[in-house]
């Protein structure tokens, strides 16, 4: 019997270029404390918000961002704010926050009212504003990151200096949306950066059961996109993380993936008890690695006062509570809004 000839051996892989590994942000005192101020407005605003859930005054769903405010307050503290573009999924309040969008008018989207962001028809799932850059807010698993794709594919279109940060969940990295934007955007070297909130559950279901490869930093390997595992849970490593994603970004090598593993104190949305895990395990991560606290005790070794933090807290209750108050005393909108900014036509 002839033999098969033999096949010809592939190519050597070339040499790829990979991101440096970052170092976590130096932060002066100053910078510190406004991590801490923001992360604390994100942690105070949502637990508002899962009262006013209880009480009936938010209605569908309501996915909360306890935990996790170092991931968006780190990132996004390195944008620039003209320019770069930010979008993520249906857990949203923090990154409107931490973007310096007024927290009454958040709230008041969350309750459906007329003076809301998207003027109360977009509630907790679908908040928007092209003002501020940030483009939702969406309720579809991993629909946010084409879309991120194509905010990257304008950017570099229309040569902006613009990059867009795109977040999704462990729960939406298996999605296959998600690999055909990574291919695009591989191919035409789009300036975006994939941000993995990995907190661990997706839905209700761990990441090591849910996912063959639960190195999620790893998923763009096929497409030849580099990624970095970051410690989700402190803000400086995600700062430092975010200015070293933009540094390779911005200098046209195309996108990049940072895994960002955080964790969530809450269930996935207002109506999941969480009892696919331990409240023991909650309050291990709440006591070695909020954090809050890690940043409170940062300010405490560079001087500052238990009193300033307690004025702190007290100004951030007060603005939290004025936005429920807001929130809860503003219209709802008018029938005729019904069809506004929804259809083209007029009906």
């Known amino acids: 019997m002839a ?10 892989v070339p040499n790829r270029e990979r991101p440096n590994e970052p170092a976590p942000f130096q932060a002066t005192k100053e910078e510190l404390l406004d991590f801490y101020q923001h992360m604390l407005l994100i942690r105070r605003f949502e637990e508002k918000a899962g009262q006013l859930y209880g009480l009936g005054f938010i209605g569908g769903f309501c996915h909360l961002y306890i935990g996790q405010e170092a991931v968006a307050v780190g990132l996004q503290s390195a944008l620039d704010g003209e320019k770069d573009s930010v979008i993520t999924g249906y857990r949203d309040h923090g990154h409107m926050l931490a973007y310096g969008i007024d927290p009454k008018v958040i709230m008041a989207e969350l ?17 928007f504003s092209t003002e501020h ?4 807010g969406h309720g579809i698993v991993g629909a946010q990151v084409s879309l991120g794709t194509g905010l990257a594919f304008k950017h570099k279109y229309s040569n902006d200096g613009g990059v867009c940060l795109a977040y999704f969940g462990d729960g939406a990295a298996n999605q296959g949306q998600v690999y055909e934007s990574f291919n695009m955007a591989e191919l035409w070297k789009l300036p975006i950066i994939y941000v993995i909130e990995n907190n661990q ?31 989700g849970m402190d803000v400086l490593a995600c700062r430092g993380a975010a200015e070293e994603a933009l540094a390779w970004v911005r ?14 104190y809450r269930g996935h949305s207002m109506s999941d008890p969480a009892k696919y895990r331990s409240r023991d395990e909650v309050q291990a991560v709440r006591d070695k690695s909020d954090p809050i606290e890690h940043v409170k005790r940062l300010l405490e070794e560079q001087g500052v006062k238990e009193d300033e933090l307690k004025s702190v807290e007290q100004a951030i ?17 008018e029938a005729g809004e019904l069809y506004t900014d929804i259809l083209v036509e007029s009906y």
């Open 3 to 12: 033999k098969a000839p033999a096949r010809p051996s592939a190519p050597p």
């Open 317 to 333: 209750r007060k603005q939290v509570n004025e936005a429920a108050d807001f929130a809860e005393q503003t219209p709802e909108p």
């Open 133 to 136: 850059k940030f483009y939702g």
């Open 111 to 127: 309750t459906g009212r007329a003076a809301g962001i998207s003027k109360g028809k977009g509630g907790s799932m679908h908040m």
């Open 201 to 231: 559950y997706a839905m209700g279901t761990s990441v090591n059961r849910a996912s063959a490869e639960d190195q999620l930093y790893r998923r763009g390997e096929s497409f030849r996109i580099p990624g970095i595992q970051v410690d």
């Open 251 to 264: 200098a046209g090598k195309g996108p990049i993936i940072l895994e960002m593993k955080t964790y969530r």
